[in-house]
């Protein structure tokens, strides 16, 4: 007695009657929408949360773009510049934590497109594709990241650099992890989120600590707080520290992803949410913790700048605390590298599926297909295909520079600006701050358009909160496709423009070519029960 079988658990798992009615309301829940439950719901608030703060993923995040704060802007640029984007940040996380208590389905953006919007069906299309795209661009920054933060270990403890056909192999390698660790499936996933959120929490202790007591020189709050530094060759100090908003955006966009597991976490409508708003608001505290002893501890910016290392932040380190201790926080800082790869792996593979239950992805009876541990493993390993073949061009830059064949003109273009590092970044970031901007254009000028709310509603706030996320969007998008180096060349081009640009063309093909004739918006699979 007290006990029953739940449909949505594990076969022959045996739940409580709590467990079970929390199952059966979400699972009623995605059955209105127009969906049959798929997944089994083994995901607590801390494994939802979790998810979200993997995809932020604080430490490595903040480590791997601080370079382009730090030399845009310096301490000034950086400390102001996060805390202004992290509150930005939190109102769009405001507006779609009432978006998805509203409709927990794994689709995210583009099911919320699709389900305010229907009768603009390519504003859903578009959305789903740039942002399943925005995934594997992130996934394979994560990937490449962690490649440059071994090799920058290799060059503290072996003195010896690695070629970048080396560094791309070894992204290679954690694609291929992160897809491993995709098919095994949720339980193993929301274990990993779980491991995250205290690998955060413990990490941001160790590297905070061993910063703020081994630096041999503590830079005062003047420094901290006022100091700008300028190693672009513009004029402009406002342009410039605006330049460095990079870094914060880039580390916090990825609250939403919360959404991507909807559908297996139990009780969505209102975990969800809370994972959203819950991950941003975490995520600045946690951030400004860490960057306050980065800038605190930084011995000497301009040896960061000339450093040979792979990646920046092993240079500040290895001078803040020696070549021993600069590997241990290297390691810290890898781990979650990898973890929050996994993650966005997760993301992509979870929408490719939703794309393909509404026709708007080819091979729709493949990519729906869940493996025995309950993982749509056809999305996971086309996100390693896409991943790994991104990840080659990171080889290529050489070859596109010196290619006369202007037949192979854009070719090389396209190789050159995903050869470099900050051009990634930047593609990552205007990738997934484009697919922002769609649901909140609509919740902006159609502020009816969501019929029923969930849990989790802003009330009269909700237009303001929205237009005020809709400019920073826009502003965000804008700013970095502009040039971060004076004067220009083809060496310090931003070359974000050219990757994102070529994507946008890719799926305004694809739209004309097959989407328009398949897809016509969202496809129920299952009738509401009333």
Sequence with gaps: MGQLESPSSSEGKVVTKEEACNVTVSDQRLLDLGYRPEFRREMSLFGVLGISFCSIGILNGMSSALQTGLFSGGPLGLFWGWNICSLFMLLIAFSFAEICSAYPTMGGLYFWVCKMKPDVPILGFFTGWLYSMAM??????????????LSSMAEVGRGRSLTRLEIAAIAWAVN??????NTIGTKAIGHMSTLFVWWTLGGTVCLVTTLLVKAPMMNSAD???????????????????????LQAVYTLEGCETAAQVAEEAVRAEILAPLAVVGSIAGSWLIGLAYLLALLFAVQ???SVQATTFAIPIAQLYYDAVGPRLSQMCLVVIMVSQVMAAI???????????????DNAFPLKKQFMTLNRFQAPYWGVWSSVLIGCIISCAYIGSAIAVSRPNYLLCFFALIVF??????????????????SYMQPIIIRVFWPDSIED???????????PVNLASLLFTIFVCVLFILPTAYPVNVFNMNYAIVAVGGLLVV?????????????KGLVKTAMPRH
């Excluded at 901290?224 to 908003?245: A, E, K, P, R």
């Excluded at 709310?453 to 237009?463: A, E, H, N, T, V």
């Excluded at 799926?507 to 897809?519: A, L």
Aim: no cysteine; hydrophobic share 55%.
């Design 136 to 149: 594997v661009f992130t996934g394979v920054s994560a990937n490449l990241s962690a490649a440059l933060y």
């Design 343 to 357: 993650t966005t792996f997760t993301a992509s593979s979870r929408l490719f599926y939703a794309l393909a239950r």
């Design 417 to 434: 600006a995903l050869s470099q590092f900050n051009a990634i970044l930047s593609s990552a970031a205007i990738s997934v701050m484009l």
């Design 176 to 181: 291929i992890f992160s897809g491993i660790i």
């Design 300 to 302: 000497d910016i301009s």
């Design 223 to 245: 420094f901290v707080f006022t100091n700008v530094q300028n190693f672009t060759g513009w004029q402009s100090q406002g342009f410039v520290v605006l330049l460095g908003f």
């Design 453 to 463: 709310f969930g849990p989790f509603r802003l009330g009269k706030w909700s237009w």
């Design 507 to 519: 799926i305004t093909i694809n739209w004309f070519w097959w989407g328009r004739h398949s897809f």
